[in-house]
């Protein structure tokens, strides 16, 4: 099976950024994205990495070292509205997507 | 508005029983997942469909099984079913299984089996 971890709960304070960071190790590597879940909601889709680097979408940024097994999503200028979990997930050699247990972010006014 | 849907939202079912969970996609698109999520242990796949008339075994398949007759549909059937599977189901597809093509999820059907 694959091994994805991240941390469980994450808070911060509205406008400030918030690093979360995810390591993992696969059998072989295909990318790996980073999924946003609000409570009862299905996951949406956010970033994705397959090469190394610093990916920008807006407030939201994300770093792959595939050396390493290491990637983090960078949330900055946080607002009451990113308050959510945050799932990071790895396509393995066989295409096959495995996810983290996902971390809840609590942005605090 | 295209997207996938499923069905039912929520259902209590009664150990022992069968249930085939609903799942349609009208984004023609060639792979589709099932996961279930579960408090602590994030999404886990339980059945996947690279193309239409094929199926492969995810990380938790036993006591689930799935068909996909054609592009469209991907039901997952519980044979019989047991409180463990007590889980909140979603269904996913993506343009294809490989790169960068994202998966689209339902909103998911909450099934509680007493």
């Known amino acids: 099976g694959q091994n994805i971890d991240q941390p469980t709960e994450m808070t911060a304070t509205e406008g400030a950024i918030v690093q979360i960071n995810c390591t993992y190790q696969?059998?072989?590597?295909?990318?790996l994205f980073w999924y946003q879940q609000h409570a009862g909601e299905a996951p949406t889709f956010l970033s994705y990495n397959v090469l190394d680097g610093l990916e920008e979408k807006g407030r939201f940024s994300s770093f792959l070292s595939r050396s390493k097994g290491y990637s983090y999503l960078l949330l900055k200028e946080l607002q009451m509205k990113d308050s959510a979990s945050y799932l990071c997930a790895v396509r393995d050699g066989d295409y096959k997507l495995s996810f983290g247990a996902g971390t809840t972010v609590t942005v605090r006014a | 508005i295209a997207g996938i849907t499923q069905a039912p939202t929520s259902q209590i079912l009664a150990a022992g029983r069968r249930m085939t969970l609903r799942c349609t996609q009208d984004?023609?698109?060639?792979?589709m997942y099932w996961y279930r999520q579960d408090l602590g242990l994030g999404l886990r796949l339980i059945h996947y469909?690279?193309?239409?008339?094929?199926?492969g075994k995810g990380e938790v398949p036993d006591g689930y099984s799935v068909s996909r007759a054609n592009t469209d549909d991907f039901p997952l059937t519980l044979a019989s079913a047991v409180p463990s599977q007590t889980s909140v189901y979603f269904c996913?597809?993506?343009?294809?299984?490989?790169?960068?093509?994202?998966?689209?999820f339902g909103n998911g059907t909450r099934l509680t089996v007493t």
């Open positions: 984004m023609r698109h060639n792979a």
């Open positions: 696969t059998s072989g590597f295909n990318g």
């Open positions: 996913a597809s993506s343009d294809s299984g490989t790169g960068g093509s994202p998966l689209h």
């Open positions: 469909s690279n193309t239409a008339g094929t199926t």
